[in-house]
């Protein structure tokens, strides 16, 4: 089935650094879902990309979706302490069963 | 409004004993998910209800598991024969429709021993 690489496994980063990761596929991908979960929490949504070449923005966070379809980024500017945990991309897919990849855990130091 | 919730948040039993977890989904979603999740890794899908029906179960990883939904509204996922291997944050999740973003409980852990 569908396989959603997520990179990397881990990122720690000093207060006010930026932060990327990246969820990459072989084939296509459908509709791109982004979650956070904060440690021992839940997968909260972030957003979901439908368009190929999409951007959209929440305060510090930028989300883009390749133009081939093929992968999207998570890009959070000037991280802060509040922004620790796991960031999970999701590709929903044509079935409506997402597939969730590994996920980037962040650390933010002080 | 209330979330999901999920009952119990800790459950620990003994190899080969029969357990189960309940989902009590946001009202008026339609879709619910379970997954499964190891430490490190993302969700695990289970199984997706539509409604009262299995839409699709494909990722039950044998038949020791089982989960209904007969109201459309609450689901219980069904554990039989438990083993060490399934020890797991036990994840629900519903949606307004299969499409949609999905929101998720807190979990059940499972902790067989």
């Known amino acids: 089935g569908q396989q959603v690489m997520q990179i990397p496994q881990y990122q720690h980063v000093q207060e006010g650094e930026d932060f990327t990761t990246y969820c990459n596929s072989s084939?296509?991908?459908?509709?791109i879902q982004w979650y956070k979960q904060r440690p021992g929490g839940h997968p909260v949504f972030l957003i979901q990309l439908v368009k190929s070449g999409e951007v959209k923005k929440q305060k510090r966070l930028t989300f883009q979706f390749g133009e081939a379809k093929k992968n999207s980024s998570l890009h959070i500017t000037a991280t802060q302490t509040t922004d620790v945990g796991t960031y999970f991309c999701a590709d929903k897919g044509g079935s409506y069963i997402p597939t969730f990849g590994r996920g980037t855990s962040l650390i933010v130091h002080p | 409004g209330a979330g999901v919730s999920q009952t119990p948040s800790n459950k620990v039993t003994e190899k080969g004993k029969y357990v189960e977890l309940r989902c009590d989904p946001i009202?008026?979603?339609?879709?619910l998910y379970w997954y499964r999740q190891s430490l490190g890794q993302g969700p695990e899908f289970l199984i997706y209800f539509q409604g009262t029906g299995a839409a699709d179960d494909s990722g039950l990883p044998n038949d020791r598991f089982f989960a209904v939904r007969p109201e459309g509204s609450v689901s219980t996922l069904k554990i039989q024969r438990t083993e060490r291997g399934d020890s797991a944050v036990y994840l629900c999740a519903s949606s307004l429709n299969g499409g949609r973003e999905q929101y998720f409980g807190p979990g059940t852990r499972l902790t067989v021993t």
């Open positions: 009202s008026g979603h339609t879709a």
């Open positions: 084939t296509t991908l459908s509709n």
